[in-house]
């Protein structure tokens, strides 16, 4: 395993999601007192995983198709374009 791309993917995936939307439902959850703490975590996590599986197929599949360096551009322009939309709803 290559410990400097392992280590730039957590640390990549772990800022990105400190705040988000995900982490404020799964610390809701959490906060009711009738639900195990326990399930909550394994639900998010799991959930998580899923979704990190889907992003490596749809990456795999989409660089047989497309130039990584157009990947990485229309990354790019997703993020922009998102940041835009969420700064004009503000």
Known sequence: MDWKVF???F???FVAELGDK???ATMLFAA???VNKYTVFIAASAALIVAS???VLAGS???SYINERY???IAGVGFIAIGAVT???A
Do not use: C, K, M
Request: glycine share 4%; aromatic share 8%.
């Open 32 to 34: 009711d007192r009738e």
């Open 61 to 63: 599949v989409l660089s």
């Open 53 to 55: 599986a889907l992003g």
């Open 87 to 89: 700064l004009y709803r």
């Open 71 to 73: 990947l990485h551009y």
């Open 22 to 24: 995900t982490q404020l």
């Open 7 to 9: 280590l730039t993917i």
């Open 11 to 13: 640390a990549a995936v």
